[in-house]
């Protein structure tokens, strides 16, 4: 600021995508004076992956945001899915903190909170907790070999019992999430896959895609197995619902926002 005095500051959130997320969806059920004191609520996070995947989904169904119902998922070292309705969050996997929602690299996503009383009951330290929670869980917690899924999927080909378990698990959560957020949307023109996961593994795709053509999603095995890092409708032609590979650019949305915001009139 005192190099550049005019220079103007803004600041893109995370979370601001899921702004639009109803109470009805990010109101936990504990006492209501918890939101109320603390904002004990659900934020969600990877909004800028999940806004800009969403859009550029849109696109490829040639539609206007406004007229589509999305599920975005952005699967990285960390991971999220977002239902994504005429162009707005409506809910989303991750809450108060990342730690909610789907089986991570590290972090255990949902579970029984009844389990950390239980193991504090065992003499397990809130410190303890926390880091089981955000740093040994996940795939890493369920294999005890890597939370890289590129490791995990050649030691899976080699026959590592765990590693094939922590690929189970992590593709049967964001199953379970599409089917939720399909209940929510109502209707649904689109998955999308994105983030390190979700743009090269073919195997957790196909994975997550296996049997849901009751509820309209069917991929084409042969294109999917082809598509690494680019952009592609890896879904059959006759798919009701599209499937698409979409590489996530946060930088785009944070620099579209910063030039509409350094426009507006103070
Ligand atoms: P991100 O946090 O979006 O950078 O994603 C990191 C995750 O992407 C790690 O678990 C990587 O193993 C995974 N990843 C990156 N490249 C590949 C690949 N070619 N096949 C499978 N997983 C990959």
Redesign the pocket.
């Known amino acids: 600021m005192k190099n550049l005095p005019n220079a103007k500051q803004a600041a893109c959130f995370d979370t601001a995508f899921h702004a639009s997320i109803p109470k009805v969806a990010y109101i936990y059920a504990l006492p209501y004076e918890l939101y109320e004191k603390y904002g004990i609520r659900r934020y969600g996070f990877h909004g800028t992956s999940h806004r800009y995947v969403s859009e550029i989904a849109a696109e490829m169904l040639g539609k206007k945001p406004e007229d589509t119902n999305i599920i975005t998922a952005h699967?990285?070292?960390?991971g999220s899915l977002t239902a994504v309705k005429a162009g707005k969050s409506i809910d989303t996997s991750m809450g108060l903190t990342p730690l909610e929602g789907i089986a991570m690299?590290t972090r255990c996503g949902d579970i029984d909170p009844a389990i950390l009383f239980y193991l504090q009951e065992k003499g397990y330290k809130t410190q303890e907790l926390k880091n089981i929670c955000n740093k040994k869980s996940g795939?890493l917690g369920i294999s005890n070999k890597s939370?890289?899924?590129?490791?995990l999927?050649q030691l899976a080909e080699q026959g590592d019992e765990l590693s094939k378990l922590a690929i189970e698990v992590f593709a049967y959560r964001i199953r379970k999430y599409i089917g939720t957020y399909t209940a929510v949307l109502g209707t649904l023109d689109a998955v999308v896959f994105t983030?390190?996961?979700g743009?090269?593994?073919f195997i957790?795709r196909q994975k997550v895609c296996k049997s849901m053509e009751q509820i309209g999603i069917e991929i084409d095995e042969a294109i999917n197995a082809k598509v690494?890092a680019k952009q592609a409708d890896i879904s059959k032609v006759n798919s009701r619902v599209k499937v698409f590979v979409v590489p996530t650019d946060e930088e785009v949305i944070i620099a579209r926002d910063t030039y509409s915001l350094a426009n507006q009139e103070n």
């Open positions: 699967l990285g070292n960390g690299g795939l939370n890289d899924m590129r490791n999927t983030g390190g996961i743009e090269n593994s957790v690494r």
